[in-house]
Every structure is written in C-alpha cells, then in structure tokens.
C-alpha cells in the first residue's frame, strides 16, 4: 500500500468524518472502498457505451433474436 496526500473540501471531509464514525472505520479505509466502488461504476458505463455504440453501427436484425421468442413463455401465472 502507498500514502498518498489529497486535498479535499472542508465540508466533504466533515461529511465522510462523520460516516466514518458511524462506520466504526478509518477514512482510508472508506476512500477505499468509494474509490473501489467509482472504478466499477466507470468500468460499468464504459462498457455500456460500447455496446450503445455497436448496437448503433450493426443493429439488431429483424429476425435475429426471434429463434428464441418461445423460450420467453413462462406459462399461466
């Protein structure tokens, strides 16, 4: 692990203090994990982007999809 130095806002910093707290963690700790948690969300949406994208250059054929149109049949509920 490294130490790093940040400057952050008075107010976020009283905000994640106070979280913290409740959390009964460190604010590395949290910065962690929000960190962590920003990375996937990024992640998430990169790739969500890409297959906007790609549905926008090879659209989704008329037929393509309707071999599986009776898999799709749950039956009476």
């Given amino acids: 692990m490294r130490t790093i130095q940040m ?3 008075d107010d976020l910093v009283d ?12 604010r590395s700790a949290f910065t962690r994990e929000a960190l962590r948690d920003a990375i996937e969300k990024y ?10 994208k790609g549905y ?5 054929g ?7 149109e009776d898999e799709q049949v749950w039956g009476d509920a």
């Fill in 56 to 60: 926008q250059r090879f659209p989704v």
């Fill in 15 to 26: 905000t994640v203090d106070s979280i913290v707290k409740s959390l009964k963690t460190s």
């Fill in 62 to 68: 008329v037929d393509e999809f309707s071999g599986w």
């Fill in 7 to 9: 400057t952050l806002d």
């Fill in 43 to 52: 992640d998430v949406n990169r790739m969500e982007e890409k297959h906007r």
